[in-house]
């Protein structure tokens, strides 16, 4: 029998740290049978009802409303995630924050209740190894069957199982898949309670905190209150991981778990703050340690500080931190030195943040020192404007005041409601949104020309279905047809006039709309003094052919009857390149093996791109040999043939087909010769002669067993030996040569280079010897192991590492570090002795442990590791620390 006892105070849990947990939770689900996918970007994918992804499940919709078929009927992910509906609180309590990463375990249709609540137990007791006495699990009031599998599978005793209503315990959210709840939660013990009797399970203290929802979608809401069963009844369900990390590592908040406490940690550090030491300090450290989590991981999801929708929420995020940083004292730019300890933390779980750190640095630094330009400006404004309101014994800043702050110095509304809300004032929001609503009009009536984007799919969604668009451009280039619909980026409009963007569609088109790797027709679309010309061909849902681009002159309405002109050089050169594909994808055939299948392909009027399925680098000479083939293959002038016959009949005639690739009841064969035969829609040469010439580029890697050429024809080729020829003779003159004689001179002249790189090197030694001293009377014993820890001026990282040779062997036995500024930047270098690994020095945590002090990162090797940084400033600090570092390793 199971004792339960809700008040057992002491505790046997491992405290697994957050990477740990997630890797657990993970394989967990892997070994039943779930598959595990990465993390879907923060940027929604084809959801237009979301800014963010906020939840684990919002990235996999698609295949709970059977609008794509899931990968795996059951799948786990630890999806990250952002909220910032409750921005106001964040450091207000530790409660709160904008970023989360969320594990879940998914069943498209496959196990349901039995399978997800006996998992969830079995996670939490058995693999975190969470006491089974303090876990308390919630049903929906009237889910017996969840409530019995609880009590009479799990063997949970009826009084310790909560049912709850619809508020708490039922998901929906308006019409749609819906179905009641389970939660599971935890005891974290008096210490964290309210002390009021009877506080228990749904009690607002932190005590009780719940840590797993089951999520049982079984049910339809037709919108009005009526439920039917689900034929295809799923499993949703999440659990916070930092909300996991602190119940099992029996922390108070989400800001005391491993990973993010060393982040709050470095923020104290910066700012000569400590934490739990003043109310308003620790406000601050927590709105900059939960914001430059959230800031990191949308900048490496693409996302770019602007003035509206995720990049709006990125900027405050940002300008909120940069704040608050000035509030706790810090100086100068800080958030790149932070989001390196943010990349330190996480890149175990998402190791693009390590590989895109270098970008992310960049654009929290430009948008910190942009930020940093006005603020104070604007601070001083404000602070003009709140003495005019006392003085006028008023409370509520005027719109217009908060306007001229947001337009003139770039002060958010949302920021300037923060300032004043500190000092119980307030703004009159309606009056800044009228003085938002006028300038905005004003410049859209000053506004002329503007730069397509791309209309919003809605645009084209509202186009009467009806209207269709026929291709007829296989032989003509030019073709009269009445305009049928047309859009400016924001609506359907009846006529497009000079100046404006936007899309027209026709009855009948000779342009190629972007299909099957080959890119759409540029061209011009006439009708008396109007002018469109089209950048793009695309094709749109319901058979439509959109042309993209811009007027240049006059006007086109609706139903006028428009020339539309085909541009002939870049429709004739996308041909030579099309048409080469085949030949190429033949000729890798014959060179490598009927393995060979297309992957993918790219085809415009300057190059061609064929992606295939082979195992291994291509050798120079298979390289030569499949460019011989298409080359005596274009001069053999084959002739082209196009026929459109059953698909049936196509698979007679041997023709290669797209690999996964939908063909429908008539399909389009492609004949060179009798060399090569494809299933193909695209545009060709009519003989292989018009290519001209095949010149291959490059083959390289794309994916596992998928082989990438790049190549060139006809003019491109022409235009590329040209370009060869005009470097070589730059070449030429630069080393006083002929082309004759070029390599011989090359050969004197690397000779050269290789005889002064060595003396410089000696050199640069030398100096660095003598920069450095005499500083073996440094050197200190920490735990019986020898520590010589310095800086050598001016030494680059070859130098730094042959001095520490140098050292090292002056040393005999122990650890060597160096640290060296040169051109602006860090070089860090840690070596160990034999001896000193014995006793548990580790050159390569030991770096780790130093090179975030000068905003870098690094490691290597127990023996020998280096590190770049970028803040000069930070190395003494690094030197000190390396004593702490060492001394935590040595056993």
Same mark, same amino acid.
């Given at each position: 029998?199971?004792?339960y006892?809700?008040?057992?105070?002491?505790?046997?849990?491992?405290?697994?740290?957050?990477?740990?947990?997630?890797?657990?939770?993970?394989?967990?689900?892997?070994?039943?049978?779930?598959?595990?996918?990465?993390?879907?970007?923060l940027?929604?994918?084809?959801?237009?009802?979301?800014?963010?992804?906020?939840?684990?499940?919002?990235?996999?919709?698609?295949?709970?409303?059977?609008?794509?078929?899931?990968?795996?009927?059951?799948?786990?992910?630890?999806?990250?995630c952002?909220?910032?509906?409750?921005?106001?609180?964040?450091?207000?309590?530790?409660?709160?924050?904008?970023?989360?990463?969320?594990?879940?375990?998914f069943?498209?249709?496959?196990?349901?209740?039995?399978?997800?609540?006996?998992?969830?137990?079995?996670?939490?007791?058995?693999?975190?190894?969470?006491?089974?006495?303090?876990?308390?699990?919630?049903?929906?009031?009237?889910?017996?069957?969840?409530?019995?599998?609880?009590?009479?599978?799990?063997?949970?005793?009826?009084?310790?199982?909560?049912?709850?209503?619809?508020?708490?315990?039922?998901?929906?959210?308006?019409?749609?898949?819906?179905?009641?709840?389970?939660?599971?939660?935890?005891?974290?013990?008096?210490?964290?309670?309210?002390?009021?009797?009877?506080?228990?399970?749904?009690?607002?203290?932190?005590?009780?905190?719940?840590?797993?929802?089951?999520?049982?979608?079984?049910?339809?809401?037709?919108?009005?209150?009526?439920?039917?069963?689900?034929?295809?009844?799923?499993?949703?369900t999440g659990?916070?991981?930092?909300?996991?990390?602190?119940?099992?590592?029996?922390?108070?908040?989400?800001?005391?778990?491993?990973?993010?406490q060393?982040?709050?940690?470095?923020?104290?550090e910066?700012?000569?703050?400590?934490?739990?030491?003043?109310?308003?300090?620790?406000?601050?450290?927590?709105?900059?340690?939960?914001?430059?989590?959230?800031?990191?991981?949308m900048?490496?999801?693409?996302?770019?500080?602007?003035?509206?929708?995720?990049?709006?929420?990125?900027?405050?995020?940002?300008?909120?931190?940069?704040?608050?940083?000035?509030?706790?004292?810090?100086?100068?730019?800080?958030?790149?030195?932070?989001?390196?300890?943010?990349?330190?933390g996480?890149?175990?779980?998402?190791?693009?943040?390590?590989?895109?750190?270098?970008?992310?640095?960049?654009?929290?630094?430009?948008?910190?020192?942009?930020?940093?330009?006005?603020?104070?400006?604007?601070?001083?404004?404000?602070?003009?404007?709140?003495?005019?309101?006392?003085?006028?014994?008023?409370t509520?800043?005027?719109?217009?005041?908060?306007?001229?702050?947001?337009?003139?110095?770039?002060?958010?509304?949302?920021?300037?409601?923060?300032?004043?809300?500190?000092?119980?004032?307030?703004?009159d929001?309606?009056?800044?949104?009228?003085?938002?609503?006028?300038?905005?009009?004003?410049?859209?009536?000053?506004?002329?020309?503007?730069?397509?984007?791309?209309?919003?799919?809605?645009?084209?969604e509202?186009?009467?279905?009806?209207?269709?668009?026929?291709?007829?451009?296989?032989?003509?280039?030019?073709?009269?047809?009445?305009?049928?619909?047309?859009?400016?980026?924001?609506?359907?409009?009846?006529?497009?006039?000079?100046?404006?963007?936007?899309?027209?569609?026709?009855?009948?088109?000779?342009?190629?709309?972007?299909?099957?790797?080959?890119?759409?027709?540029?061209?011009v679309?006439?009708?008396?003094?109007?002018?469109?010309v089209?950048?793009?061909?695309?094709?749109?849902?319901?058979?439509k052919?959109?042309?993209?681009?811009?007027?240049?002159?006059?006007?086109?309405?609706?139903?006028?009857?428009?020339?539309?002109?085909?541009?002939?050089?870049?429709?004739?050169?996308?041909?030579?390149?099309?048409s080469?594909?085949?030949?190429?994808?033949?000729?890798?055939?014959?060179?490598?093996?009927?393995?060979?299948?297309?992957?993918?392909s790219?085809?415009?009027?300057?190059?061609?791109?064929?992606?295939?399925?082979?195992?291994?680098?291509?050798?120079?000479?298979?390289?030569?040999?499949?460019?011989?083939?298409?080359?005596?293959?274009?001069?053999?002038?084959?002739?082209?043939?196009?026929?459109?016959?059953? *698909?049936?009949? &196509? %698979?007679?005639? $041997? !023709?290669?087909?797209?690999?996964?690739?939908?063909? @429908? +009841?008539?399909?389009?064969?492609?004949?060179?010769?009798?060399?090569?035969?494809?299933?193909?829609?695209?545009?060709?040469?009519?003989?292989?002669?018009?290519?001209?010439?095949?010149?291959?580029l490059?083959?390289?890697?794309?994916?596992?067993?998928?082989?990438?050429?790049?190549?060139?024809?006809?003019?491109?080729?022409?235009?590329?030996?040209?370009?060869?020829?005009?470097?070589?003779?730059?070449?030429?003159?630069?080393?006083?040569?002929?082309?004759?004689?070029?390599?011989?001179k090359?050969?004197?002249?690397?000779?050269?280079?290789?005889?002064?790189?060595?003396?410089?090197?000696?050199?640069?030694?030398?100096?660095?010897?003598?920069?450095?001293?005499?500083v073996?009377?440094?050197?200190?014993?920490?735990?019986?192991?020898? *520590?010589?820890? &310095? %800086?050598?001026? $001016? !030494?680059?990282?070859?130098?730094?590492?042959?001095? @520490? +040779?140098?050292?090292?062997?002056?040393?005999?036995?122990?650890?060597?570090?160096?640290?060296?500024?040169?051109?602006?930047?860090?070089?860090?270098?840690?070596?160990?002795t034999?001896?000193?690994?014995?006793?548990?020095a580790?050159?390569?945590?030991?770096?780790?442990?130093?090179a975030?002090?000068?905003?870098?990162?690094?490691?290597?090797?127990?023996?020998?590791?280096?590190?770049?940084?970028?803040?000069?400033?930070?190395?003494?600090?690094?030197?000190?620390?390396?004593?702490?570092?060492?001394?935590?390793?040595?056993?």
């Amino acid at each position: 029998m199971r004792t339960y006892c809700s008040d057992v105070e002491e505790r046997n849990v491992n405290k697994y740290g957050v990477n740990e947990l997630r890797k657990m939770f993970l394989d967990f689900f892997e070994s039943k049978g779930h598959l595990v996918m990465k993390s879907f970007s923060l940027v929604p994918h084809n959801d237009n009802s979301l800014l963010l992804i906020n939840s684990g499940m919002a990235p996999l919709k698609p295949y709970f409303t059977g609008q794509e078929i899931p990968p795996r009927k059951r799948v786990t992910t630890c999806q990250k995630c952002i909220r910032t509906g409750d921005i106001e609180n964040i450091g207000k309590t530790d409660r709160h924050g904008t970023f989360f990463e969320m594990l879940g375990n998914f069943s498209f249709g496959d196990y349901f209740k039995h399978e997800a609540i006996a998992w969830c137990w079995e996670f939490l007791t058995e693999v975190v190894g969470l006491e089974a006495d303090r876990l308390y699990p919630s049903v929906y009031l009237d889910d017996d069957e969840a409530f019995d599998i609880w009590n009479k599978e799990i063997g949970i005793p009826a009084e310790r199982i909560f049912r709850f209503g619809k508020e708490d315990n039922f998901w929906e959210h308006g019409s749609g898949p819906c179905g009641p709840c389970s939660e599971v939660y935890y005891d974290r013990g008096e210490k964290y309670g309210c002390g009021k009797p009877g506080c228990t399970v749904g009690c607002e203290c932190d005590r009780y905190i719940e840590v797993w929802n089951n999520v049982f979608t079984q049910f339809d809401n037709d919108g009005h209150g009526n439920y039917t069963d689900l034929s295809q009844k799923n499993i949703d369900t999440g659990m916070g991981l930092e909300r996991l990390a602190a119940v099992v590592q029996d922390v108070e908040s989400i800001f005391d778990v491993d990973t993010i406490q060393a982040l709050r940690n470095r923020v104290c550090e910066l700012a000569g703050k400590t934490y739990k030491e003043k109310h308003e300090w620790d406000v601050s450290i927590r709105i900059v340690t939960d914001h430059i989590r959230s800031a990191t991981f949308m900048i490496s999801d693409g996302i770019m500080p602007s003035n509206e929708g995720r990049g709006y929420v990125l900027r405050r995020i940002i300008r909120r931190a940069a704040r608050h940083g000035r509030l706790l004292g810090i100086e100068g730019d800080f958030l790149a030195n932070l989001s390196s300890t943010v990349i330190e933390g996480s890149k175990d779980g998402y190791p693009e943040l390590e590989e895109k750190k270098d970008f992310i640095f960049n654009v929290l630094t430009q948008e910190e020192s942009k930020f940093n330009k006005t603020i104070d400006q604007g601070l001083n404004i404000l602070a003009e404007m709140e003495e005019n309101m006392e003085k006028e014994g008023r409370t509520q800043l005027s719109g217009e005041d908060a306007f001229r702050l947001y337009d003139t110095y770039g002060f958010p509304l949302d920021l300037t409601m923060e300032i004043l809300e500190e000092k119980n004032l307030t703004i009159d929001e309606e009056g800044f949104q009228a003085a938002m609503k006028e300038q905005k009009e004003k410049a859209r009536k000053a506004r002329k020309v503007t730069n397509y984007m791309g209309a919003d799919v809605t645009v084209y969604e509202s186009i009467d279905p009806a209207i269709t668009s026929e291709f007829v451009g296989y032989d003509k280039l030019s073709w009269e047809s009445d305009v049928t619909a047309m859009t400016t980026e924001e609506a359907v409009v009846d006529a497009l006039t000079d100046g404006e963007s936007g899309t027209i569609i026709v009855e009948q088109t000779p342009f190629y709309g972007t299909m099957g790797g080959q890119c759409g027709d540029t061209g011009v679309i006439r009708c008396g003094d109007g002018e469109f010309v089209v950048q793009d061909t695309i094709h749109l849902a319901g058979g439509k052919i959109g042309h993209i681009g811009r007027m240049t002159s006059g006007m086109i309405k609706l139903g006028d009857k428009v020339e539309l002109s085909v541009n002939p050089a870049g429709r004739a050169d996308t041909c030579k390149n099309h048409s080469a594909t085949h030949l190429l994808q033949k000729a890798l055939r014959t060179v490598l093996g009927s393995h060979v299948e297309q992957a993918g392909s790219y085809v415009d009027a300057h190059r061609l791109r064929f992606d295939f399925s082979h195992f291994s680098a291509m050798t120079p000479e298979e390289l030569a040999k499949v460019e011989q083939i298409v080359n005596d293959e274009i001069n053999a002038h084959l002739p082209v043939r196009t026929s459109v016959m059953t *698909l049936e009949e &196509a %698979k007679k005639t $041997g !023709a290669m087909a797209l690999f996964g690739e939908k063909y @429908g +009841d008539s399909v389009r064969v492609v004949q060179m010769g009798d060399f090569s035969t494809e299933l193909c829609g695209g545009t060709h040469v009519a003989n292989t002669g018009d290519i001209a010439v095949f010149k291959i580029l490059s083959e390289s890697g794309v994916a596992a067993g998928v082989r990438r050429i790049e190549a060139l024809t006809g003019p491109g080729v022409f235009a590329y030996y040209k370009e060869l020829e005009d470097r070589l003779s730059e070449a030429v003159k630069i080393v006083k040569a002929t082309p004759a004689n070029l390599a011989e001179k090359l050969t004197h002249l690397m000779a050269e280079v290789k005889q002064l790189s060595s003396e410089n090197e000696s050199l640069k030694s030398k100096a660095a010897r003598e920069s450095l001293g005499n500083v073996m009377d440094q050197v200190k014993e920490i735990k019986g192991v020898k *520590l010589l820890a &310095a %800086k050598a001026d $001016g !030494a680059d990282m070859n130098g730094l590492r042959d001095l @520490g +040779d140098q050292l090292k062997e002056k040393l005999g036995e122990g650890v060597v570090v160096l640290a060296s500024e040169k051109d602006g930047k860090v070089n860090l270098v840690a070596m160990a002795t034999d001896s000193a690994m014995a006793q548990g020095a580790h050159a390569g945590n030991l770096i780790k442990g130093i090179a975030a002090l000068v905003g870098g990162g690094g490691g290597g090797r127990p023996n020998m590791a280096q590190a770049g940084g970028k803040n000069p400033a930070g190395i003494p600090q690094a030197i000190a620390e390396v004593e702490k570092v060492l001394e935590g390793q040595l056993k």
